[in-house]
């Protein structure tokens, strides 16, 4: 199977498990409801729960169950997505070649379905059919990675507090290791803890985690200047624009992309423990470095 056949696979397999598990658009408040499913069902590619469930591949034999475990990392992303295209935040009108949630349903409803699936995700990892303390370190795993020290949320707060400040390393490795890098990190550890990993485990796949989290910001940073809108899904330009901090910024462009090849290269040799049953995070270390969208 090519990697190309399963990463279709993975979508399908948490597409089905994300229909079942997130309240149809007909159950009340079925405006709320809507919303979620709405920008949910929006086509992402789900990179988060596909690198957990590759993950806890690599330990174990398809443990059964994972996908709803990974279910849970993409509600989390989402529920980020609808709030950072907020006008308050980022101010975005399109989303994964849509218009944004707060754009058909209006801020208030766009506001609560963030929020229902912040809170739907742990519902979901507290219901998992699991050893009790296998279930907290993921709940564990996914606040922390979710909140406000070196998480997504503190992150988020240090990306808002550094538009039109002098572009420097030091504020850009603390926004993007936070912002992005923390629930990329969290999804490899939620996939090695789901499958029982062992101590050494763990560690390779953390690093891993670290290697690709960072990664992957670098190339959105790099696409976000190099793509038009209709490739990416959003509004091309907008880091340029708000003043953010991001890599081409810090860097320049040709930098970046050397920079995004040597994470690349580090997420390999941060394998270097496993065997073949690995293969599918290597070449997943690839695809995210030599996207276009």
Known sequence: MTLAEYVVEQQIRVEDALRRLVPPASTPPESLHKAMRYSL????????PILCIAAAQAVSDSPLGIESAACALELIHTYSLIHDDLPALDNDDLRRGRPTCHKVFGEAIAILAG??????????LAQLDCEPDRKTRLIEELAVASGTVGGMIGGQVHDLEGEGQPPTAALLEA????????LLKASLRMGAIYAGADDDQLQALSCYGEHIGLAFQIVDDVLDVEQPSEALGKTAGKDAKQQKITFPAVYGLERSRAMAEQ?????HLALRTFDDRA???????????????
């Not at 929020?115 to 979901?124: G, K, P, Y």
């Not at 926004?175 to 890098?181: D, E, N, S, V, Y």
Request: proline content about 0%; overall charge positive.
């Open 41 to 48: 069902f929006a086509g992402g590619k789900r990179i988060r």
């Open 279 to 293: 293969e599918r995070l290597r070449e997943l270390a690839d695809f995210i470095v030599r996207r276009t969208a």
């Open 175 to 182: 926004i993007h290791r936070a912002k992005t890098g923390a």
């Open 263 to 267: 994470e690349r290269i580090a997420a």
């Open 115 to 124: 929020d229902a699936l912040l809170t739907f995700a742990f519902q979901v």
